[in-house]
T-cell receptor
Framework: DADVTQTPRNRITKTGKRIMLECSQT?????MYWYRQDPGLGLRLIYY???????NKGEISDGYSVSRQAQAKFSLSLESAIPNQTALYFC?????????????FGSGTQLSVL | SQQGEEDPQALSIQEGENATMNCSYK?????LQWYRQNSGRGLVHLIL?????REKHSGRLRVTLDTSKKSSSLLITASRAADTASYFC????????????FGAGTRLTVKP
């Protein structure tokens, strides 16, 4: 089984719909992240959480919200999806022992907003 | 905004040749990391180099870091068709509160 699991793997939705992407991990890591990837732009950070009570905005948080339900679970919500949120979304984790340790990624969720 | 920028955007070589990819960044860092992504899949960590290190090796990978020039390079020696992937550098920094910022990547194609 994968250490970092994202669901769903693919999702097609319509403009204005609320959608939630889920991430769970079995690595026991404190830190969790949500990134989106667009062609030619690399990965951009949406939100990150260093523990259950800590939530931080990344560089492109507008239009998104997150919930850290437990150490192992970090979900990303699009309150009212729009077409330019069509992208590949990745959840990642890292050990919370120091600055910027290596990231472990899930397999991604391809989201299409029509 | 992206912190790292990879160069070139795309690179095509023959199997057995060496591949060199470069990364430039803008602000002071604690460390720089290189990741690999096979088509459409999650990124896999390759190597981490800290700001007080100048060179690091891992198997066929060699990473250098020049903090005075704010640049890093990733060298893959004796490339194989299986090395075909996109390669990303990622940097942190005091200004980014320890979150990692990625460049747009270099797409490497190794022809058999």
């Amino acid at each position: 089984d994968a250490d970092v699991t994202q669901t769903p793997r693919n999702r097609i939705t319509k403009t204005g719909k609320r959608i939630m992407l889920e991430c769970s991990q079995t690595k026991g890591h404190d830190r969790m992240y949500w990134y989106r990837q667009d062609p030619g732009l690399g990965l951009r950070l949406i939100y990150y959480s260093f523990d259950v009570k800590d939530i931080n905005k990344g560089e492109i948080s507008d239009g998104y919200s997150v919930s850290r339900q437990a150490q192992a679970k970090f979900s990303l919500s699009l309150e009212s999806a729009i077409p330019n949120q069509t992208a590949l979304y990745f959840c990642a984790t890292s050990v919370g022992t120091g600055p910027s340790e290596k990231l472990f990624f899930g397999s991604g969720t391809q989201l299409s907003v029509l | 905004s992206q912190q790292g920028e990879e160069d070139p955007q795309a690179l095509s070589i023959q199997e057995g040749e060496n591949a060199t990819m470069n990364c430039s960044y803008k602000t002071s860092i604690n460390n720089l990391q290189w990741y690999r992504q096979n088509s459409g899949r999650g990124l896999v960590h390759l190597i981490l180099i800290r700001s007080n290190e100048r060179e690091k090796h891992s198997g066929r990978l060699r990473v250098t870091l020049d903090t005075s020039k704010k640049s890093s390079s990733l060298l893959i020696t004796a490339s194989r068709a299986a090395d075909t992937a996109s390669y990303f550098c990622a940097t942190d920094g005091v200004l980014h509160n320890n979150d990692m910022r990625f460049g747009a990547g270099t797409r490497l194609t190794v022809k058999p």
